[in-house]
Each structure stands twice: as C-alpha cells, then as structure tokens.
C-alpha cells in the first residue's frame, strides 16, 4: 500500500518561510509525477507545483517565483519550499503522486495545514 505523509506546515508570519516534505512509503522512481495542491476554507483544492519524472517542474500563476518544488530520490521525499509567503496562502497542502506499472495509481497525502498570520 503507497503512502504519502506530508510534514512542515505550521503557523508563520507574512514575509515568512517554510519548507514542507512528502515521505513516500515506496520509492520515488515508481511516480511519473509528484505535486502540492492546497486547499483554503471554502475554495476548492488548487495546484501549487509539480515535478516529474525528467525533473521538470511546473507551478501555479500565484506561486510568482515564491516556490520551489524539489525531489530527493535518497529519501524518497519530495519537498516545497516556500517564501515570502502570503496570508492568502494559508491553506491545507497536500501532496499527490501518480504512480506508474505495479503502482499505478493516483495517491494522496492527509495534508498538513499552514496558517500565514501576523
């Protein structure tokens, strides 16, 4: 069974940073993809970044260079690291990954919450 367990959120100040990490239970190389959406109260859920297989990344237009989504294939993790952040970004973050061949799949984390407030 894959799991995927997010760690980092917390509570920061407006200008503040924070790093989140999603620990796979498999290795990294069964994902062709490894993202952060986020969900803020009464929005739907958003994508935030996204990496793939090649090391390719995408983020959403809101991220403006803020973000930086990253893989460690040592850890089997893969990590957000985000700044200058933004009341605005408050939101649960979850991360999804899309498994491929034995694993094929469309796997979710249960989030971790970030507040950004003064």
């Known amino acids: 069974q894959v799991q995927l367990v997010e760690s980092g959120g917390g509570l920061v100040q407006p200008g503040g940073f924070l790093r989140l990490s999603c620990a796979a239970s498999?290795?990294?190389?069964?994902?062709?993809?490894m993202s952060w959406y986020r969900q803020a109260p009464g929005k739907e859920r958003e994508f935030v970044a996204g990496?793939?297989?090649?090391?390719?990344?995408y983020y959403g237009d809101f991220v403006k260079g803020r973000f930086t989504i990253s893989r460690d294939h040592a850890k089997d993790t893969v990590d957000l690291q985000m700044n200058s952040l933004k009341p605005d970004d408050t939101a649960v973050y979850y991360c999804?990954?899309?498994?491929?061949?034995?694993?094929?799949?469309?796997?979710w984390g249960q989030g971790t919450q970030v507040t950004v407030s003064s």
């Open positions: 498999i290795s990294i190389s069964n994902f062709n993809v």
């Open positions: 990496i793939y297989s090649d090391d390719s990344t």
């Open positions: 999804n990954s899309v498994g491929w061949g034995h694993y094929e799949g469309d796997y």
